[in-house]
């Protein structure tokens, strides 16, 4: 089993409609990050949070939200969803305690909005 | 702003050759460089990282070359091989806070 899985792989969904990706992960770690991955743009972070109460804005959070619900889930909402969120999304995780300069990535969700 | 260049942006390479992937950064503040490999399906896991302090580090076919006087650090793959056919993303991070990520190198190593 993954150490960081996301949920679902792979979804269509409609212009306007809300969208949840979620993630967990059983690393034990207690930095949880939200990338998009576009052709050509690279990984870009949407949010980030480094303990369960502590939830910080990335590069391009306009039009996510996101929630901690416990120190092993991390979800990633899109309350109107548009075309242009389509996109590959991976959660991540690190550890502070041991090696914080190593990021660890689930194996990402597809998301097409139509 | 992008905080990371990466080019080129794909590369074609024969079976035995090497592969070599460029990125630049303008933050003096970064401290690490890491490398992510990722392969289709997959999310990118790194492969090998290195400290501003030493200006090369090699493990295995895999080799960075780090320039700190001109912000720059490159990936090379000696002998690539078809097995090594991904998308390489460069990074730079910042204190253990932030990973800023290159735009990534499609490399695409014929048998």
């Known amino acids: 089993d993954a150490d960081v899985t996301q949920t679902p792989r792979n979804r269509i969904t409609k212009t306007g409609k809300r969208i949840m990706l979620e993630c967990s992960q059983t690393?034990?770690?207690?930095?949880m990050y939200w990338y998009r991955q576009d052709p050509g743009l690279g990984l870009r972070l949407i949010y980030y949070s480094f303990d369960v109460k502590d939830i910080n804005k990335g590069e391009i959070s306009d039009g996510y939200s996101v929630s901690r619900q416990a120190q092993a889930k991390f979800s990633l909402s899109l309350e109107s969803a548009i075309p242009n969120q389509t996109a590959l999304y991976f959660c991540?995780?690190?550890?502070?305690?041991?090696?914080?300069?190593?990021?660890?990535f689930g194996e990402g969700s597809w998301l097409t909005v139509v | 702003q992008q905080q990371v260049k990466q080019s080129p942006q794909s590369l074609i390479v024969q079976k035995g050759g090497i592969s070599i992937i460029n990125c630049a950064y303008e933050?003096?503040?970064?401290?690490?460089f890491p490398w992510y490999q990722q392969f289709p399906g997959k999310g990118p896991a790194l492969l090998i990282a290195i400290r501003p302090d030493v200006s090369e580090k090699k493990e295995g076919r895999f080799t960075i070359s780090f320039n700190k006087s001109a912000k720059q650090f490159s990936l090379h793959i000696m002998d690539s091989q078809p097995g090594d056919s991904a998308t390489y993303f460069c990074a730079a991070v910042r204190g253990f806070n932030k990973f800023y990520f290159g735009s990534g190198t499609k490399l695409n190593v014929k048998p």
């Open positions: 991540a995780t690190s550890d502070s305690l041991t090696d914080g300069n190593t990021i660890y």
């Open positions: 690393k034990g770690h207690d930095r």
């Open positions: 933050n003096t503040a970064f401290d690490y």
